[in-house]
C-alpha cells in the first residue's frame, strides 16, 4: 500500500526558509509524477509545484514561481520542496500527493491518487 509522509513544517520569519520533505513508501516513487498542494482552513486546496516521473520537467504555481524548488531521488523514494524567501501569504497545509498521470496534478484534478497527511508551513510578518 503507497503511503506518503510530509515532514520539515514549522514557524518561520518572513524572508525565511523551508524545506519540505515527502517520504514514498510501498511502491517506487519513479512511476508517479509527485507534487506539491497546500490549503488554508475555509479555502480551496492549491497547486503548488510538480515534478515528473524522472525529475527533469517542473511546474509551478505563478506565486511560487522563483522562490520554490520542486525536486525528487527515486532512489530513496523522496521528493523535496526547497521553499524560499517566504511570505506570511505561504502560510498553509502543504500536501504531498502522487499520480500516475501528471496533468491530474497540474489540474488539481480529484481523485489524485495518493495524498500525504499534511505538514504545517506557518509565516510570521
Sequence with gaps: QVQLG?????L?????SLRLSC????SSVGAYAMGWFRQVPGEEREFV?????SGENTYYADSVKG???????NAKNM??????????EDTAVYYC???GRMSKLLLN???IKFWGQGTQVTVSS
Aim: glycine share 14%; hydrophobic share 40%.
Design 67 to 73: 522562490r520554490f524548488t520542486i525536486s525528487r531521488d
Design 49 to 53: 509545484a510538480a515534478v515528473n516521473w
Design 23 to 26: 517520504a514514498f513508501s510501498g
Design 97 to 99: 500527493a502522487a499520480d
Design 12 to 16: 518561520v520569519q518572513a524572508g525565511g
Design 109 to 111: 484534478d480529484e481523485p
Design 79 to 88: 521528493v523535496y520542496l526547497q521553499m524560499n524567501s517566504l511570505k506570511p
Design 6 to 10: 510530509e515532514s520539515g513544517g514549522g
